[in-house]
């Protein structure tokens, strides 16, 4: 089941150059920064409420990130809900015709458990599944 918007996902040119302004605009300091070496990104986690913002920068030239920002612009890139049981609800949206990125989840960020949903079956929007890891 979806419990919530967890995050909404920001790609940018340089965390460095743009933190500052997520922050002042928020009104909230960034709580975490690391490197998703399988994605080729390095992220930065800002607190707003109950959700956050993710702010996103390329590590390598053929990352998702890279390949999106070379469209020309910086800005929203997805939308992630947290859920209950992230294994059944990858089989659950595959049964109602979801085209998934990724079959079975992965690590991700902020000790979550992940995986995407592709645009081409939400109406454009690039959607990303999360829920937190059981240590």
């Known amino acids: 089941m979806i ?3 967890e995050h909404l996902g920001i790609a940018v040119d340089s965390i460095e150059e743009s933190l500052n302004v997520y922050q002042t605009l928020l009104g909230a300091e960034c709580y975490k920064e690391e490197q998703v070496v399988s994605e080729g990104v390095k ?3 800002i607190r707003v409420g109950e959700s956050k913002i993710e ?3 390329a590590t390598s030239k053929d990352s ?3 390949k999106f920002l070379e469209k020309g612009r910086q800005g929203f890139h997805h939308v992630a809900f947290e859920v209950d049981d992230i294994d059944f609800e990858i089989e ?3 049964n109602e015709g979801f085209q998934l990125i990724h079959t079975s989840a992965k690590d991700g960020a902020d000790n979550k458990r992940i995986a995407f949903l592709h645009p081409k ?3 454009g929007l ?3 599944l999360c829920q937190e890891k059981i240590s």
């Open 43 to 45: 992220t930065a986690f």
């Open 55 to 57: 702010l996103l920068e």
């Open 126 to 128: 690039l959607v990303e």
């Open 3 to 5: 419990k919530k918007i």
């Open 121 to 123: 079956s939400t109406g």
């Open 64 to 66: 998702p990130i890279a």
């Open 92 to 94: 659950r949206l595959k």
